[in-house]
């Protein structure tokens, strides 16, 4: 587990921003942030008000949707097993074993250029 303030983490880019939006595209789930994206190219799952969920199953996009506006407060990052994102009592939790990944990588998070627009230039990350 990584801790949140370790300001050579890139998910420390994370902490204090809140979900502008929930994409769903076909072979990933992405988790945009006014500025960085996280994508899980895993199946992710979590619990969102207690109730546990794990995509594609029914039910789940609706509690995906709930994570917007919520904002990040703590992750972990645990290699070969998860990397998990915080919000209170909720949790977004992409799988990185390479049963649930099924290729070389599980996520990746792109950052923000100078201007602000989302951009390998401001840093790419690959779990």
């Not at 919520?70 to 915080?86: F, Q, S």
């Amino acid at each position: 587990m990584h801790i949140a303030n370790n300001p050579d983490d890139p998910l420390q880019l994370l902490m204090g921003l809140e979900v502008s939006a929930v994409s769903f595209a076909r072979g990933y789930v992405e988790l945009q942030f006014d500025g960085p994206v996280l994508r899980s190219l895993s199946d992710p799952s979590g619990v969102y008000g207690g109730r546990e969920w794990r995509f594609p199953a029914p039910g789940s996009l609706d509690l995906m949707r709930c994570y917007i506006d919520k904002t990040v407060d703590g992750y972990e990052l645990v290699p070969d097993r998860i990397l998990a994102l915080h919000f209170g009592e909720h949790r977004f939790v992409i799988p990185m074993d390479p049963e649930s990944s099924g290729g070389p990588e599980a996520a990746h998070m792109v950052g923000v250029d100078e201007s602000g627009q989302v951009s390998v230039r401001g840093g790419m990350w690959i779990w």
